[in-house]
């Protein structure tokens, strides 16, 4: 009888009056992070995942943070787990990032959360998130990562407790909890790791993909999948001087076939197409025959008529295809360098 009483309390019709889903952010005017829900923040190591979130919980102070605004007038109560970092590597990220990009020299106690429990055991690990949650009542918990809940990442039970456990405390506690994981090793297996990352991914309400890209100093930022509407125009940023993030145009992107291996980008150009490229690149060297890839990308935008940066990733896949510049690491500093292969014109 109690079992069909519960079945009873968990009927939906539509003429219930449920209240509205309730979205905490949108990334160029799309909702996201939603309450009582569970987002994934995946993707390779060293990829962006926990500068994505650095961005993000800025933006729980600060409205507008790059592409990600804030939907509520309020300053959302932040709760933060580091369960991967140092101590002194959490301490840097709030006061050498999230700080400054929230323009603030000082975070309210009353609404801002941050936890190290790297050096604590996984079973005491789960119970200090479950105290946290209940006790701190955030907006928003974030718990970077969430592999650490558990002794095996290829164990389907835990996998299993674990995402009912965090699913439950989502919806009572009325919060976005946003687990963190390693996607795998292989650069076309983009799954999340393990069986936690296989649970993850069946009840996530949405999946965000860092990554890096070819010139190695671009970030991604991709909504991959979404239960409501999905976010199509991705995020990118780069790091400033300062260490800071900094939204950047669109990055011509090299496309991946449906199982995730890089596509062909090469297509067939005109004798005037491969002329223009070349005298765009010649010119952008300036008599040189290497320059720095943000250098070279500076003078086309500046002095050879490239109309953006999008144009000029644009430009610069083709020229590589048609075999006028290519694109190497410089061996000491490991910079990325373009040489120019062809400095010939025609004319």
């Not at 650095?54 to 109560?77: F, G, V, W």
Request: net charge negative; hydrophobic share 40%.
């Amino acid at each position: 009888m109690q079992d069909l009483d519960e079945l009873q309390s968990g009927r939906i019709t539509p003429e219930m009056e449920l209240p509205p889903m309730q979205p905490l952010f949108s990334i160029h005017g799309v909702p996201c992070f939603y309450r009582g829900e569970l987002t994934a923040d995946c993707g390779k190591a060293k990829s962006g995942k926990t500068t994505f979130l650095s961005i993000l919980m800025a933006a729980t102070i600060k409205r507008q943070t790059l592409a990600l605004e804030r939907l509520t007038d309020e300053p959302l109560k932040v709760l933060w787990i580091d369960t991967e970092q140092s101590q002194q590597s959490t301490q840097e990220i709030l006061k050498e990032r999230i700080m400054p990009l929230a323009g603030v020299d000082k975070l309210d106690d009353t609404q801002f959360f941050a936890f190290n429990l790297r050096g604590v055991g996984f079973e005491k690990r789960g119970r200090m998130v479950d105290v946290a949650i209940r006790s701190i009542k955030p907006d928003i918990c974030i718990i970077d990562g969430v592999k650490d809940l558990m002794t095996d990442i290829n164990d389907a039970v835990q996998a299993t407790l674990i995402m009912e456990k965090l699913m439950e405390l989502a919806k009572e506690m009325n919060c976005c909890i946003v687990c963190v994981l390693h996607q795998n090793k292989s650069e076309q297996d983009r799954n999340m790791r393990g069986s936690i990352g296989t649970e993850l991914t069946n009840k996530a309400f949405e999946v965000f993909q860092c990554s890096i890209l070819g010139d190695d100093e671009t970030f991604k930022v991709e909504q991959t999948y979404s239960r409501k509407r999905k976010i199509k125009q991705n995020f990118y940023y780069t790091i400033n001087k300062d260490g800071l993030p900094e939204a950047c145009a669109n990055y011509h992107e090299q496309p991946r076939d449906a199982q995730g291996r890089f596509m062909s980008m090469k297509q067939d150009m005109s004798a005037d197409e491969v002329d223009k490229l070349l005298k765009v690149f010649v010119d952008a060297f300036e008599g040189r025959s290497q320059r720095r890839f943000n250098e070279l990308m500076a003078v086309a935008l500046k002095k050879c008529g490239v109309a953006d940066a999008a144009t000029y990733y644009a430009y610069l896949a083709k020229a590589e295809d048609a075999g006028v510049v290519r694109k190497m690491e410089h061996p000491e500093t490991g910079e990325t360098w373009v040489e120019l292969l062809d400095n010939t014109l025609p004319f």
